[in-house]
């Protein structure tokens, strides 16, 4: 199991530049999600999915997309790059979180963008 | 509100001394809270949950309702403890949601 991967690994764009960051998981996980790690904010969700099909809005979305067309891949779109969007990005997956249950979530290895 | 409050930023101890890294939470209902920890060049990974009420590398973490807090202790620091830790609270009712503290360093010298 290659558990959660991310690419790329780094990457730099132009202010306006478009690009997906990708993130596939291989443990047949139905919950995925994205966050941003920024320095003295933690961790703050972006979009997440319950299933494929189905995403929805985190704490800060907005200059991003995703979509879930499969239950092993999550893309993140930035349409129009901003310096504001400078940050480290992790993906995550769980399996299906029960009423009374919690499942961990698993972290991807990260991506360092950076937006000129 | 839903909101996890870690008011350090920077802990800094000596190796074999006591550590305590404070979480505070706010959440209406019932919470559910853990703490991950991520290592110099390591992903994110979960280091102990509440429900479980484990001990994990020497670490514990005890809910408190009242105080509603959630820290995290370990009586004798080791360096390679050195690490960012967060404390998460699940964000709500038969969902994975997590809302992250902003993550506390702490730092183990010899």
């Known amino acids: 199991n290659a558990g959660v991967t991310q690419t790329p690994k780094f990457q730099v764009l132009k202010t306006g530049q478009s690009m997906t960051l990708q993130c596939a998981q291989d443990?047949?996980?139905?919950?995925m999600s994205w966050y941003r790690q920024d320095p003295g904010m933690g961790l703050r969700l972006i979009h997440y999915s319950v299933g494929a099909g189905i995403t929805d809005q985190g704490e800060v979305p907005n200059g991003y997309n995703v979509s879930r067309s499969t239950t092993e891949d999550f893309p993140l779109r930035l349409l129009s790059a901003a310096p504001s969007q400078t940050s480290v990005y992790f993906c995550?997956?769980?399996?299906?979180?029960?009423?009374?249950?919690?499942?961990?979530?698993?972290f991807g290895p990260g991506t360092r963008l950076t937006v000129l | 509100a839903q909101r996890v409050t870690q008011p350090e930023k920077l802990l800094s101890v000596f190796k074999g001394a006591p550590v305590e890294l404070k979480c505070n939470y706010s959440?209406?209902?019932?919470?559910?809270l853990f703490w991950y920890v991520q290592y110099s060049r390591q992903r994110l990974q979960l280091l102990l949950r509440?429900?479980s009420r484990e001990s994990i590398k020497g670490f514990t973490a005890d809910l408190n309702k009242g105080e509603t807090s959630f820290h995290l202790k370990k009586p004798f620091a080791q360096e390679e403890d050195s690490a960012m830790y967060y404390c998460?609270?699940?964000?709500?009712?038969?969902?994975?949601?997590?809302?992250f503290g902003t993550g506390t360093r702490l730092q183990v010298f010899p």
């Open positions: 509440h429900i």
């Open positions: 995550a997956s769980s399996g299906t979180s029960g009423a009374n249950s919690y499942n961990e979530q698993f």
């Open positions: 998460a609270l699940r964000g709500g009712w038969g969902t994975d949601k997590l809302i």
């Open positions: 959440y209406s209902g019932s919470p559910e």
């Open positions: 443990m047949n996980h139905e919950y």
